[in-house]
């Protein structure tokens, strides 16, 4: 038997308070996932110390997980102590979400366009937490793009195509999404779309109807709201803390209001890289099927979550087609190369294909030939390990930084993820003075007035980190630190 290797990581959690051995619960968890079609016949399974450090479980557990499954004829093992899912099992029809499930589906016309700010010389930018352009892997880049033209025809990639993108990076991704983030989808899940901002912009599309009502958090991603209100949506706010979206708060919203949509950032929050709690995640999905109202998930920079455990999309506990889920590769490769993907029922991925043939026709066939070859060689995952450690270095620089130079002025807590961190001035007053002097000191700063909607505005700051270097990291907070003191002069 040729040797396969599974190249992302299957993550699973087990069901808190359960009175079942762990070792039971192991079982009856695989055998969930075999029969829900998320572990094919003959796909290999992590090895037992992999899946033991996943779970946080000693190894013989994991060891006596796989022997009662292998007892079962669940799974196989093969030579060099290599473990299968049975090839002798029928094939699942993996369908995990129904094609009829969502609610209705209007049209929508509206346009909108959206500044572009170009950088200046000489300005340390932190940015809304943009990634280095300068650790974009040319040379593998250019040689995925040179296998992609040279097997062009075989591919069918210079022609024209599925508007929702095309199947082997659909599968590439679905393969991804499965075993990395718990999500039951197939390809016709999927849809292509060039950056997470279009994937949003369809989502308002077909959801939206001029006069509905769509939720954002109080602080969020000005392009995401911006694109419900092209659509024609009334934007409405729920309030934030440190726990994430109030779903209470929302609760009480729908019982007077009929909400259409729901758009949250529940991984790293934006822009306050809070992380939503399980807690409020499971009651977000029962407000949306109570209430009758999709959830868009912006899933951005999941790759980029710095704590050992685990935190699965809203959409993995998706069971009744509420979340549509949007995700990019443009960070984790390069934001030119504008590959996202949308994730939802196949009756909303058919209508994100008509409106794609509207505008566009369909995406960069050959972009996304490139990226599919990227995944399935398995040079993206070693990409973003990379890009991994040199951001990990740089927020762990920015923390010590601030805590050594600004730590009288600001209050913060070190994000569990992303690229970006949120601080809050201890004084409020000095926030307007400290605008105007660091564009004298030539740091650019992005204050909480760009990311709200009404008031009271906290004066905080969102300084992202990744498009820097640790020297840039540094000047720029002695930049910062000379800004908050000439302020106090001002």
């Given at each position: 038997m040729v040797k396969k290797v599974r190249l992302w990581d299957f993550k699973f959690e087990l069901a808190p308070g359960s009175r079942l051995p762990v070792f039971m619960q192991i079982v009856q968890k695989?055998?969930?996932?075999?029969?829900?079609?998320?572990?094919?016949?003959?796909?290999?399974?992590?090895?037992?110390?992999?899946?033991?450090?996943?779970?946080?479980?000693?190894?013989?557990?994991?060891?006596?997980?796989?022997?009662?499954?292998?007892?079962?004829?669940?799974?196989?093992?093969?030579?060099?102590?290599?473990?299968?899912?049975?090839?002798?099992?029928?094939?699942?029809?993996?369908?995990?979400?129904?094609?009829?499930?969502?609610?209705?589906?209007?049209?929508?016309?509206?346009?909108?366009?959206?500044?572009?700010?170009?950088?200046?010389?000489?300005?340390?930018?932190?940015?809304d937490g943009?990634?280095?352009?300068?650790?974009?892997?040319?040379?593998?880049?250019?040689?995925?793009?040179?296998?992609?033209?040279?097997?062009?025809?075989?591919?069918?990639c210079l022609g024209y195509g599925d508007p929702r993108g095309m199947f082997t990076l659909r599968s590439s991704i679905s393969d991804m999404l499965n075993m990395e983030r718990g999500l039951y989808v197939t390809p016709d899940n999927i849809c292509i779309v060039r950056g997470s901002q279009m994937g949003i912009f369809l989502a308002a599309r077909v959801l939206v109807q001029p006069g509905d009502h769509v939720v954002t958090e109080s602080l969020t991603y000005p392009p995401a709201r911006d694109a419900f209100r092209s659509c024609g949506a009334r934007i409405l706010s729920v309030g934030l803390d440190e726990h994430g979206l109030k779903v209470d708060e929302l609760e009480q919203l729908c019982k007077t209001i009929a909400i259409r949509?729901?758009?949250?950032?529940?991984?790293?929050?934006?822009p306050t890289t809070v992380t939503m709690t399980a807690e409020r995640r499971l009651k977000l999905l029962m407000l949306a099927e109570t209430y009758d109202f999709h959830i868009i998930e912006d899933d951005y920079d999941h790759e980029f979550h710095f704590t050992n455990h685990p935190i699965l999309p809203l959409a993995s506990n998706d069971r009744q087609s509420r979340v549509i889920y949007v995700g990019s590769l443009s960070?984790?490769?390069?934001?030119?190369?504008?590959?996202?993907?949308?994730?939802?029922?196949?009756?909303?991925?058919?209508?994100?294909?008509?409106?794609?043939?509207?505008?566009?026709?369909?995406?960069?066939?050959?972009?996304?030939?490139?990226?599919?070859?990227?995944?399935?060689?398995?040079?993206?995952?070693?990409?973003?390990?990379?890009?991994?450690?040199?951001?990990?270095?740089?927020?762990?620089?920015?923390?010590?930084?601030?805590?050594?130079?600004?730590?009288?002025?600001?209050?913060?807590?070190?994000?569990?993820?992303?690229?970006?961190?949120?601080?809050?001035?201890?004084?409020?007053?000095?926030?307007?003075?400290?605008?105007?002097?660091?564009?004298?000191?030539?740091?650019?700063?992005?204050?909480?007035?760009?990311?709200?909607?009404g008031q009271p505005v906290p004066a905080a700051l969102r300084l992202g980190f990744g498009n820097l270097d640790i020297e840039e990291i540094r000047i720029g907070v002695m930049r910062l630190q000379q800004a908050l003191e000439a302020s106090q002069t001002a």
């Amino acid at each position: 038997m040729v040797k396969k290797v599974r190249l992302w990581d299957f993550k699973f959690e087990l069901a808190p308070g359960s009175r079942l051995p762990v070792f039971m619960q192991i079982v009856q968890k695989i055998i969930e996932e075999i029969q829900a079609g998320r572990l094919a016949p003959s796909s290999p399974m992590p090895s037992s110390r992999q899946l033991a450090s996943n779970l946080s479980v000693n190894r013989k557990t994991v060891i006596m997980a796989y022997e009662e499954l292998i007892a079962q004829g669940w799974l196989s093992s093969a030579a060099r102590s290599q473990t299968f899912v049975s090839p002798d099992l029928p094939a699942s029809a993996v369908n995990p979400v129904p094609a009829n499930a969502a609610s209705r589906l209007p049209s929508a016309r509206a346009t909108a366009a959206a500044a572009f700010v170009p950088p200046q010389d000489g300005v340390i930018h932190f940015s809304d937490g943009m990634p280095d352009t300068r650790l974009i892997p040319h040379s593998i880049i250019a040689r995925a793009f040179r296998h992609s033209l040279l097997h062009a025809d075989k591919n069918h990639c210079l022609g024209y195509g599925d508007p929702r993108g095309m199947f082997t990076l659909r599968s590439s991704i679905s393969d991804m999404l499965n075993m990395e983030r718990g999500l039951y989808v197939t390809p016709d899940n999927i849809c292509i779309v060039r950056g997470s901002q279009m994937g949003i912009f369809l989502a308002a599309r077909v959801l939206v109807q001029p006069g509905d009502h769509v939720v954002t958090e109080s602080l969020t991603y000005p392009p995401a709201r911006d694109a419900f209100r092209s659509c024609g949506a009334r934007i409405l706010s729920v309030g934030l803390d440190e726990h994430g979206l109030k779903v209470d708060e929302l609760e009480q919203l729908c019982k007077t209001i009929a909400i259409r949509a729901v758009y949250v950032t529940p991984h790293h929050q934006f822009p306050t890289t809070v992380t939503m709690t399980a807690e409020r995640r499971l009651k977000l999905l029962m407000l949306a099927e109570t209430y009758d109202f999709h959830i868009i998930e912006d899933d951005y920079d999941h790759e980029f979550h710095f704590t050992n455990h685990p935190i699965l999309p809203l959409a993995s506990n998706d069971r009744q087609s509420r979340v549509i889920y949007v995700g990019s590769l443009s960070k984790v490769l390069a934001p030119a190369l504008r590959i996202g993907y949308l994730v939802a029922s196949d009756s909303v991925i058919e209508r994100c294909g008509r409106e794609i043939l509207l505008i566009d026709r369909q995406g960069n066939s050959v972009t996304e030939q490139t990226v599919s070859g990227l995944i399935n060689s398995g040079e993206l995952r070693h990409h973003i390990r990379k890009t991994f450690k040199i951001y990990s270095e740089r927020r762990n620089t920015l923390q010590r930084l601030i805590h050594e130079h600004l730590a009288h002025e600001v209050d913060f807590r070190q994000p569990v993820g992303g690229l970006a961190f949120w601080v809050l001035l201890r004084e409020e007053r000095k926030m307007a003075s400290l605008l105007e002097q660091a564009k004298r000191h030539k740091v650019g700063l992005l204050p909480a007035t760009n990311f709200a909607m009404g008031q009271p505005v906290p004066a905080a700051l969102r300084l992202g980190f990744g498009n820097l270097d640790i020297e840039e990291i540094r000047i720029g907070v002695m930049r910062l630190q000379q800004a908050l003191e000439a302020s106090q002069t001002a």
